[in-house]
């Protein structure tokens, strides 16, 4: 047993000796700083640009609302997740926060932002927020209005104002978030909502096919809102026609339950799997190169005046089995922690995997 724990402690101390092997195991923990970092700063820019406008004066307030309306529904989301996921939901039970269902609601986005939004909000939840957890950061909005460009000609009907903003939907554009693409330009004509009368507009070639939705379904909500003063309700019942929506309560499981149980548990152990094979073939060839070297260079013989053959054997296998645990522990150890340093959906996945590693 001795001799085979000389040559175990020979070829770990051969293979740390190596700059080949430094280099490997430092490349998987350079790769994620490096990956994360590029995420983080070079990421696609998601928010844009757009112009409205309303020749007839109608339709671009219930456009802007809506689209507010989004926003806040995106915040609100976010911060009911927020919320739940760090337990603070007790710091007042009745706000629209507390619910993680509660952005459903078109009434429950109003009463949050008639409470002063987000910013009112974390005035009150940071306080509490436990020792270790990340500040909540609000959204961005993805889309933001600015006036048209100079030298939009906004007068003289929609082809003259298409030709005028053509060349500026090809750059950025200023905006209180900083310059952004400008992706959208959309055109009401005076006539809207009148036989013939169509809404035109220009796009980047890069425009959000969600906001476009909101546009087609905020001017089809005051159409249909016009239609019905014109069937004789006042303009109060028609916007509360227009408004209804059914109350529907979505429940769902935590993150990591419910379908997607088997898959969440087995993230953990099918990366382990990857990173044993890849020991396995790393560590594989460097006993097979050192076999050779010793072989070329006469060295094993008279290893093997010294030592049976079975025992040498044995040594290479624990040293550079030894070798090769010490790569997954470090490559896994750095995964971990990538993950859990910054929380979000990977740490809230990672959480239920790693309760499977206690059943093989």
């Known amino acids: 047993m001795r001799a085979v724990v000389l040559v175990a402690v020979r070829e770990i101390r051969q293979v740390l000796g190596t700059r080949g092997f430094w280099v490997m195991l430092l490349i998987v923990p350079l790769a994620l700083a490096v990956s994360g970092f590029a995420s983080s700063k070079f990421a696609p820019q998601r928010s844009s640009a757009y112009t409205i406008v309303d020749r007839s004066g109608r339709f671009a307030p219930e456009l802007e609302r809506r689209t507010e309306l989004g926003y806040q529904q995106q915040v609100l989301r976010e911060l009911s997740a927020y919320v739940d996921r760090w337990h603070l939901a007790g710091v007042d039970p009745a706000a629209p926060w507390s619910n993680r269902q509660s952005w459903l609601s078109e009434g429950e986005i109003g009463r949050f932002e008639a409470a002063g939004g987000a910013a009112a909000a974390l005035r009150r939840l940071t306080p509490h927020v436990p020792k270790g957890a990340p500040a909540f950061a609000i959204p961005e909005r993805y889309f933001v209005a600015v006036p048209p460009p100079p030298g939009a000609v906004t007068d003289r009907g929609p082809e003259a104002f298409g ?137 094993i013989e008279s290893v093997l005046a010294c030592i049976k053959p079975d025992a040498l054997m044995h040594g290479k296998l624990l040293g550079l089995g030894a070798v090769g645990l010490c790569i997954i522990l470090v490559w896994a150890g750095c995964a971990l922690g990538a993950a859990f340093s910054f929380p979000g959906f990977a740490a809230d996945l990672l959480r239920p995997s790693l309760e499977a590693l206690d059943n093989p």
């Open 163 to 299: 030709s005028s903003v053509e060349k500026a939907l090809q750059g950025d554009v200023t905006t209180p978030q900083g310059k952004l693409p400008y992706a959208l330009a959309l055109y009401i004509p005076e006539t809207f909502g009148q036989p013939g009368a169509v809404a035109r507009v220009w796009t980047s070639g890069r425009p959000d096919g969600g906001f476009l939705g909101e546009v087609r379904d905020g001017l089809t909500a005051a159409l249909r809102r016009q239609a019905l003063q014109r069937g004789g309700l006042s303009s109060a019942a028609a916007s509360q026609v227009e408004a209804l929506r059914a109350p529907v309560a979505v429940t769902e499981p935590p993150p990591g339950q419910g379908r997607s149980v088997i898959a969440t548990r087995s993230i953990v152990p099918i990366a382990l799997v990857y990173l044993l094979l890849l020991t396995a073939i790393t560590t594989g060839s460097m006993m097979l190169q050192g076999v050779v070297e010793e072989r070329s260079n006469k060295l």
